[in-house]
């Protein structure tokens, strides 16, 4: 399916019928929009992702807010393995304070991709959350270098290399591989990282 679909979040399996087999990602309506506290907007936005990867046919599911003014912006519903934000960098919103939330279905810290896409558009953080809550966030620390290309290739390459030379490892081992690969690379991205994967025993 080409294009895009808005729907209403409460109903979100017909979303996911609109959605099924094809590679559209839908614009929903979010079910609350003004938030009393950071705290409150985070609980939020964690159920609403997590919640998609908890379903029987998972699937991502992202929440772009303003965390000064404690506001949904946007949200957007996915398929099972990818959740497109194309029309993102045509909206008016505050570079310094817009965060996109989203699950992530490998239950793996934040990936190329995710880098590459913050990296490109205007917003200040990325954070993914695994199926329990465990989250992993990456956001900038100052102007993006002029050669990030050659830096971004060289750690996506790197990234790759490494799940497949370790694709039958244990998944806590390989975490941990993944995460000090991304430690090793961020900073010369303008970009820091933090996650709770480590702490956390599978």
Known sequence: ???????????????QA??????????VEPAKEHFSSRRELLSYVRQKCTS???????????VVADIK????????????DKCALDDLSKMNIDVDNTVI???????????????LFLLKTKISQVIA???????????RTNKTPKNYEKKYMQYSLDTYDLFYETKNS???LLIGAVDSLIRKYV????????????NIKR
């Open 101 to 115: 939330f989203y699950g992530h279905p490998d239950g793996f810290p934040i990936s190329p991709p995710d880098i």
């Open 52 to 62: 998609g990867l908890n379903m029987q046919q998972p699937h991502e599911y992202a």
């Open 18 to 27: 609109i959605n099924k087999g094809g590679t559209c990602v839908c614009r």
């Open 170 to 172: 244990d998944k806590n």
């Open 69 to 80: 003014q404690n506001k949904v912006l946007f949200e957007y519903l996915g398929d099972s």
């Open 1 to 15: 399916m080409n294009g895009r679909c808005v729907t209403n979040s409460a109903i979100i399996k017909n979303a």
């Open 129 to 139: 959350f695994d199926s329990q809550g465990n989250f992993s966030l990456i956001a």
């Open 187 to 198: 900073p010369g991205l303008g970009l820091k990282y933090v996650s709770n994967f480590l």
